[in-house]
């Protein structure tokens, strides 16, 4: 089932390959520049545990600067003081535009960074990334107040909504320039400036972005890039004074240290975090459509998805049909290099740090009783340099175990039969997390009826995984707060202004 693909890459494009051999650089002020300290880092190709590129890393020193410029541009320049609301919308559309003339350097830039099939970034990552510009480029010209009814005579009171400021953007790695473009299409479309820190494991669409701002006429200061590790560039992000608010995507132990290290100016903080989403169907689901759709709700992207569908559910008289199912499904996903000629279904994990993690909850939850009725490894032979996992499917675990209630980042899921409506209940909302959840049947009263009594920020019902800008997304509980896309995603990104006049 997972022959090593022939060892042939694609082509890299020119400009790609240009890119690649040189630093890769940090963007501040209109420019791009390398870090103060000089020094570098490694990004690797996943497939092969290769470096891919050197890139510039980020300090405490860069972000100051680069606080500077979007400071020196929010308080005093030409983005949105002075630029029509119009005239924003048109550097955003420009940037789409620009992002899907550029989708074939993109998608290999991301491909490469993360490990994806090209097929992926492709038609998903980057089409998406230029969607959801083309949906906020429709906002700079909607965001508006409102009118208050006032007891008090003489007195007319309205609302402004105006953007927070400069604005940190801190994005993990699994959809490279998707995530950053969930956080910046509505951050720049809101009238803010921007520090964008990518994920250190994949930082290269990020600064790609960049030139492409400018070609759109992004004014210098507006769009900033600082690649660099986490515990540099983003903790000092987030300790600045000068920043008036982190968006944030990643693991909720992060989100904790960057709740702790906004205290000093009380910078707003909007996060964006794991979680182990409940997948139940109901012994009244279209089950072949079930399968299907519960084999790609964990596996798509690896797993390696905030709303993986990681915890499943089945109700126990089609609990065999399902898992001989999904196994079967699951035997037919090819995994390789994703820039091989041969394309895959899916690639590696991103670093030797998840492959670990991954095999360890593997480990773990077979010495707990688990079993896996299909994968349970490390993929070696041709793909041995890489950091290559089996899409793995536990049975016989239990609630209680570590595999069914942290978030694993990658192809796992475990499997759980359950009896009644009731108790599926209680059970899936037995979490910390509450970013997703979905289920699968074909009783509309059972189906809109979980959909208010499951206790997470999305419904998926028959179906998994959807998402588009115009509707809200974001997680109850310790998933995070806040909600991304839609207008939701416009209050997240601006203050409110109430406003007294005294006519009488
Ligand atoms: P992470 O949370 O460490 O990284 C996400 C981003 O935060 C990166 O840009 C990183 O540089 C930055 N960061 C790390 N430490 C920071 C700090 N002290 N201050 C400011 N920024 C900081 O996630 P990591 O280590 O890559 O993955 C570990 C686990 O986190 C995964 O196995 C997965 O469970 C979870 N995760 C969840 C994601 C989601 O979409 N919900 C995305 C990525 C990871
Ligand atoms: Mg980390």
Redesign the pocket.
Same mark, same amino acid.
């Given at each position: 089932m997972f022959d090593p693909l022939p060892e042939s890459y694609i082509a890299l494009l020119p400009e790609v390959e240009s890119f690649l051999s040189q630093t890769v650089k940090l963007y501040i002020n209109g420019q791009y520049v390398d870090s103060l300290s000089g020094e570098t880092f490694e990004t690797i190709d996943p497939s092969t545990g290769k470096r891919l590129a050197l890139v510039q890393r980020g300090k405490a020193q860069d972000v100051d600067n680069a606080v500077k410029a979007a400071r020196a541009e929010f308080d005093g320049g030409a983005w949105w003081r002075t630029m029509s609301p119009t005239d924003r919308s048109k550097c955003l559309w420009r940037l789409a535009e620009l992002i899907e003339r550029h989708g074939d350097e993109l998608a290999q830039l991301d491909s490469l960074d993360n490990g994806k099939p090209l097929k992926t970034t492709r038609s998903v990552d980057i089409p998406l990334s230029a969607e959801h510009l083309y949906y906020y480029a429709g906002w700079p010209t909607k965001i508006e107040g409102s009118t208050i009814p006032i007891n008090e005579r003489g007195m007319f009171n309205y609302t402004l909504r105006e953007p927070v400021g400069v604005v940190g953007l801190?994005? *993990?790695?699994?959809y490279p320039l998707l995530?950053a473009m969930w956080k910046l299409a509505p951050c720049l479309a809101a009238g803010n400036c921007v520090i964008l820190? *990518?994920?250190? !494991?994949t930082p290269l669409s990020a600064v790609y972005l960049a030139r492409l701002t400018q070609e759109a006429g992004f004014p210098p200061g507006v769009f900033n890039v600082v690649s660099?590790?986490?515990?540099e560039? &983003?903790?000092a992000?987030?300790a600045h004074h000068g920043v008036d608010k982190i968006g944030?995507? &990643? =693991? =909720? /132990?992060?989100?904790r240290?960057?709740v702790q290290?906004s205290i000093g100016n009380l910078k707003r903080v909007s996060l /964006?975090?794991?979680?182990k989403a409940p997948n139940i169907v109901f012994a009244d689901a279209d089950i072949d459509k079930a399968i299907v759709g519960s084999t790609w709700a964990i596996f798509g992207n690896n797993g !390696? =998805?905030?709303t993986a569908g990681a915890r499943l559910y089945i109700q126990r008289p089609v609990f065999d049909r399902v898992i001989e199912g999904m196994a079967a499904e699951t035997k037919k996903i090819v995994v390789g290099p994703g820039m091989n000629v041969v394309q895959p279904n899916l690639g590696p994990v991103?670093n030797d740090? !998840?492959l670990t993690?991954i095999l360890g909850f593997v480990t773990e939850a077979e010495s707990g009783g688990a079993r896996a009725v299909t994968g349970g490894g490390r993929i070696g032979g041709g793909l041995q340099d890489g950091y290559f996992v089996e899409p793995t499917i536990f049975v016989d675990a239990r609630d209680d175990m570590r595999i069914a209630r942290e978030?694993?980042?990658?192809p796992v899921v475990c499997a759980m039969p359950f009896d009644h409506v009731g108790e599926i209940v209680a059970r899936a909302n037995d979490t910390d997390y509450g970013?997703a959840a979905g289920l699968w049947t074909n009783d509309l009263r059972k189906a809109h009826a979980l959909a208010r009594a499951l206790r997470a920020g999305t419904i998926w019902i028959n179906t998994w995984g959807n998402t588009e800008a115009s509707s809200p997304f974001g997680g109850f509980k310790q998933s995070g707060y806040g909600r991304e896309m839609g207008k939701e995603a416009i209050d997240l990104y601006t203050e409110v202004k109430s406003v007294w006049v005294k006519y009488e």
């Open positions: 801190i994005v *993990p790695w699994n995530m820190k *990518p994920a250190e !494991q660099g590790y986490g515990e560039a &983003g903790a992000l987030v944030f995507t &990643g =693991s =909720s /132990e992060v989100a240290k960057i290290g /964006e975090l794991g979680g !390696q =998805s905030c991103v740090e !998840q993690r978030e694993i980042f990658g970013l």
